[in-house]
C-alpha cells in the first residue's frame, strides 16, 4: 500500500524558497496530477519525492515510511523523466531489466518480468534495439516500462509527454491512463498542459509559485474554480473576464456601463458595492439561433472580430468590456469579422471574483 | 575556344595535391627509398647503392632494436593507463567542485603549458643523485643511501614514466572532464531511482558515457608517447647503456650520430607499425563506443 503523504514540504534554494510548505494526500492507488504554469514548483515537489532533491523542511511519506533522508533506490519509486532518459549504451531488454539486475533479482525473473511490461507496452519485436533507433513514441513507452517492471510503490512521471508531436501525445495519454487502470498504483503526474491534467486525473493537483492554489477532481475545479488564478488556468479557452462592481439593483454594472441581472443566489452572496472581476466560459454563452442559454440568460450586442471554424464548432472572437472574449459558436455558419452578433450568457454559470483578492465569491 | 586539359575540380584541387606531393609524398617515398640503401649522410654515393631488404634482414636479428622496441611497447602501456586513471580521477573531483571549478581547470592545464625539453630537465635535477630534490628528501626521511634514479634501469624508467606522466596526465583529464560535462542529467537520475549505488551509477552509466573521451585521449597520447623523444633524451639520452633506450632515441642517433640514415629509416618504417597498431586498436574501440552514445537523446 503506498499512500503519500506531503507535510509542510519547503524547498530552499539559498535565501529563495521554490515551495512553500504545501501539504498534500495521496491515497493508493490515486492518480493525482501536479499542474501549473513553468516554475510553480511542481517538477520540484516530485522530485523531491523521488528523492533527487533534498527537502528543505517538513516530511514526505510514502506508507508508512518518512523517506525525507532516504537516497532514491530505498524509497520504491519509479520515475519517468521528460527526455526519456534511457541508457544509450543497452538495447531495449536490458534498460527494461537494469533495476532488476542491479537489485541481484534471479535471470528468470527478470526475464519474465521484462516480457511482462513488454507485453503491456507492445514493445515485444522492439526488444534488440538500442534507445537511438526508436521513435519519440517508442521511447516514451520503455521508459514506462522501465518504470513498470520494478513494481514500484509509486510512479512518478515528469512532463513525459511534452516531447512527442500532438498526435501522439494524445495517443499516450490514452495508453497512460489504461496503464493506470491495468496496474492500479499511485501515479503522481506533473504537466502544464491543463487537457492532460484534466484527461487523466483523479484528483489535480493546482499550484502557482511554489504554493498549492486548488485541490480537487478536474470537473470540481472546472466547475467551481477557488480563484481568479485557476479559473484562466483551467479549460480551453481560458475564461473569458471583465472588471465590474455589484449594485444594489442585484446586478453587475460592468466597465462599459453595461448592466446584468445576478441570479437571486450569487445576489444574495455578494455584498453591493463588491468591486469584482466577472468571469464566463466560452461553451455557457450561446450565440442567437444556435441553441438555448437557459432560463437566466441575458443579451449582448457585439461585433465579431475573428472566426475559428473548427468544424462542429467555430470559436468566434469579440472585444469586450476592453478585453478579448471568445464564444463557442454550436452548429457553425460562416461569420466575417466586423459582424454583429447578439449573445445569450448564461447567468446561472457566471462566476464573479473579488477583485483584490481574485476569491471566488 | 581554347582546349580544356583539366575539368575545374581537378583545376582548382591542384594547388593543393602539389603542396601535399612536395611536403609528404615525395619525402616518404624518399625515406622508403633509402631504408633499402646503405645510405650514410657522410657518403652521397651510398644513396644510389641498392641492397634490397637487407636492413630490414639485419634489424630482425637486432637485440637493441627489439629490446627499445619492447621498452617502448612497455612505456607505452603503463603510461597511457596510469595517465587515465589519474586523468579519471582528477576529471570526476573537478567536477564535483562547486566553485572554482575554472580556475581548478586552469591550474589542472599547467603541466601542458611546459614544453618537455623543460620538464626533462627539472626531472632530470629532481632525480639527480647527488644534489635531486627526491633524493634530498629521502635523506631527510632518515634514507641514508643515495638511490641512483637514472642510471639504474627499472629506476630510470620509473622517473622517465613519472615525468612522462606528470607532464600528460592532464591531456587525459580535460577530455574527460569534457566528457562528463557532456553527459546529460537525466539518465543518471534515472539510475538512482532505479535503486543504483553512486558506484553503479558510475559504473553502468557515467563509464559508457565517458568511453569515447578516453578513447580520443588514448589514440591521440599513444602516438604521443610511441614517439616519445625529448624527455627521455634530456633525462638519460637512452642511457645509461642503452638501459632507457626507446625506438626514437635510438633511431635518432643511428640516422644522426651514426649517420647510418638508411637503416634508421627501416627501424623508423617498424616502428611506425607499432603506432598504426595503437591507433587502429583504440579507433576500433572508440567506434564501438560510441555506435551507443550517438543519436540515443
Known sequence: MAVVTLEKVVKRYGPLDVVHGIDLDIAHGEFVVLVGPSGCGKSTTLRMIAGLEDISDGTIRIGDRVVNDLPPRDRNVSMVFQNYALYPHMNVAENLGFSLKIANRPKDEITQRVAEAAGILGLDDLMDRLPGQLSGGQRQRVAMGRAIVRHPDVFLFDEPLSNLDAKLRTQMRTEIKKLHQKVKTTVIYVTHDQIEAMTLADRMVIMRGGQIEQVGSPMDIFHNPANLFVAQFIGSPPMNLADGVVTDAKTVRLENGMELPLTADMAGRVAAGTAVVMGIRAEEMVFEGHGDAGAQSTRVDITASLSEPLGNESLVFFEFCGREWVCRMFDPRPVEPGESLGVHLNMDRVHLFDKTTEIRL | ?297
Open chain 2, 1 to 297: 575556344m581554347k582546349r580544356k586539359i583539366l575539368s575545374p575540380p581537378v583545376l582548382l584541387l591542384l594547388p593543393a595535391m602539389i603542396i601535399i606531393v612536395a611536403v609528404i609524398l615525395l619525402p616518404l617515398l624518399l625515406s622508403l627509398y633509402t631504408s633499402f640503401t646503405p645510405f650514410k649522410l657522410t657518403r652521397p654515393d651510398t644513396f644510389y647503392r641498392f641492397i634490397g631488404l637487407r636492413n630490414y634482414e639485419r634489424l630482425f636479428t637486432d637485440v637493441y632494436f627489439w629490446a627499445a622496441f619492447g621498452r617502448t611497447f612497455v612505456v607505452l602501456t603503463i603510461a597511457l593507463n596510469v595517465e587515465m586513471m589519474l586523468g579519471l580521477g582528477l576529471a570526476l573531483l573537478v567536477n564535483r567542485a562547486i566553485a572554482g571549478q575554472r580556475t581548478l581547470r586552469t591550474i589542472m592545464m599547467f603541466p601542458m603549458m611546459f614544453s618537455p625539453i623543460l620538464v626533462g630537465f627539472q626531472f632530470k635535477f629532481l632525480f639527480n643523485d647527488n644534489i635531486g630534490l627526491v633524493n634530498n628528501a629521502l635523506q631527510s626521511l632518515g634514507i641514508a643511501q643515495a638511490i641512483p634514479w637514472l642510471v639504474d634501469e627499472y629506476l630510470a624508467l620509473f622517473a622517465i614514466l613519472t615525468a612522462e606522466i606528470w607532464s600528460s596526465t592532464s591531456i587525459f583529464a580535460i577530455l574527460i572532464l569534457a566528457g562528463l560535462m557532456a553527459i546529460p542529467r537525466d539518465p543518471i537520475e534515472a539510475a538512482k531511482v532505479d535503486g543504483c549505488t553512486v558506484w553503479q551509477t558510475f559504473r553502468h552509466i557515467t563509464l559508457p558515457y565517458l568511453m569515447p573521451f578516453m578513447f580520443i585521449a588514448m589514440t591521440i597520447r599513444s602516438l604521443d608517447i610511441a614517439r616519445a623523444y625529448d624527455i627521455v633524451q634530456i633525462m638519460t639520452a637512452g642511457g645509461p647503456a642503452r638501459r632507457t633506450e626507446l625506438l626514437w632515441t635510438l633511431i635518432s642517433r643511428t640516422g644522426y650520430v651514426d649517420a647510418n640514415m638508411g637503416l634508421a629509416n627501416a627501424m623508423a618504417y617498424i616502428s611506425i607499425f607499432l603506432s598504426i597498431f595503437f591507433t587502429w586498436y583504440f579507433f576500433r574501440k572508440l567506434m564501438a563506443a560510441r555506435r551507443y552514445m550517438g543519436g540515443a537523446q
